[in-house]
């Protein structure tokens, strides 16, 4: 986990000519940790290794699919990532296979904010959700307006898959002075006088609350969580806002002009076929190699019964137990060709205009990759999403060929226990504490 102050002199480090005036930070992700600077670029950092290889490899599709695409995707422009070629086999996608795969993480953003944020100053503790009961998602100015900032700046992944929104805890504020975010007589941050540790007094507060949370998961979680290289904690993403707030399935279900619908659905049709028929590069074919779907279906069903099965309802595992033989020994849901999948398609990637009514863009492809293209409409049709109703409205711009539907509800089926799994193998008890509950 990074904190504030080691992400700006990261940054600074790194592209000296780059102002920062303003900034604000989410450490709240599974993967990685937020830094948004000057309200118009989204800096990601991960926390591991894997993810600082799927980061790279994000930032190829994203750089591959820029003019590709008629909706906008984060366009990465400032960039330290690892040289070396991910090590196992593919690089994320989702539903992606909990541990073995990796994760997804906070998403990004594109070509320019179009007017968008305004003058506003994003503080640390307004990021962060200090000193009030505001969930930690509104900025200062939002909160007058009512509306919650787009999915670039809270958790994106599994969880926001799911439908989970961030939590706030309730912390007391810090003194002006100790906030990275405050300015001295000379006009500059304490971080850059050299009066900060690089950990703030919540952020320490935060760090010991969650040692003693995995002590009590278990030593598995604890060596999960153990400090990334020095290397490691250098590399990031940045890229340009996109103006836009999540297109949330309430959202979809309240329109009441059915050609409004049909618009967003001819949109992200759309953009599903051109995603999936876009054609692999030599560098993306070496970043994203392909793999066996059926054997990486059977490996995670085994790994669910050796380490989720003791915790779920007899009923229960008979029931994972014959979903899973069911349909890893059904050879016609395997064989079918690979493309580049988004890999977490859910509302809370999906932004929008409610002014325009026109969707604006897709962020968050920290799960892209290849895969079977049917991995992009689970989330939508899963328990959060819009719907196979809404999905079958895509016909004018991508008809969704035979057997995709089919797949895609098995792949819906397994969210809740892709998080139970990760949240064992990584040490996130809340992830697994989600993941188990609909199985206890």
Partial sequence: MHTAVECLR??????????????????????????????????????TAHGARQLRAEAAILSHLQNRVTLQV??????????????????????????????????????????????????????????????????????NKGTLLTSQQRPIGRRARLGRRGRHEERPAPPPEDRPGYRGPDGRFAWQRGQ???????????????????????????RAVSAASAAQRRYFVGYRWIPGEPLWRETLLTAHDPRTVQSWADQLGTFLRELHEAPLTDTLSKLLPGYDTRARWADFYKRVETKIFPHMRVDARREVAAQFETYVGDQTNFGHPLTLVHGDFGPGNILFDNRAERVTGVIDFGSGGLDDPAVDLAALIGPFGYGEAFIRRFGRTYPIPQGYLERARFYASTFALQDAVFGLENGDAEAFAGGIAPYR
Avoid at 12 to 22: C, N, V, W
Avoid at 97 to 124: C, D, F, K, Y
Avoid at 196 to 222: F, I, Q
Wanted: a neutral charge.
């Fill in 10 to 47: 990261i940054i600074e480090a790194t592209y000296p000519d780059l102002r920062i005036q303003t900034y604000s930070f989410n450490n709240r992700g599974q993967n990685n940790d937020v830094l948004i600077v000057n309200e118009e670029i989204v800096f990601r950092f991960p926390r």
């Fill in 74 to 143: 984060p366009n990465p422009l400032y960039l330290s990532l690892p040289e070396e070629r991910p090590r196992g086999g593919r690089l994320g996608s989702a539903p992606s296979i909990a541990g073995g795969l990796g994760p997804s993480t906070v998403g990004g953003s594109a070509p320019s904010i179009a007017g968008g944020l305004g003058p506003q100053r994003v503080s640390l503790g307004g990021a962060l959700g200090e000193a009030d009961s505001t969930p930690w998602w509104k900025t200062t100015s939002e909160r």
């Fill in 196 to 222: 900060l540790d690089g950990r703030l007094p919540w952020e320490k507060e935060r760090e010991e609350s969650d040692r003693r949370r995995l002590r009590d998961h278990g030593e598995r979680a604890g």
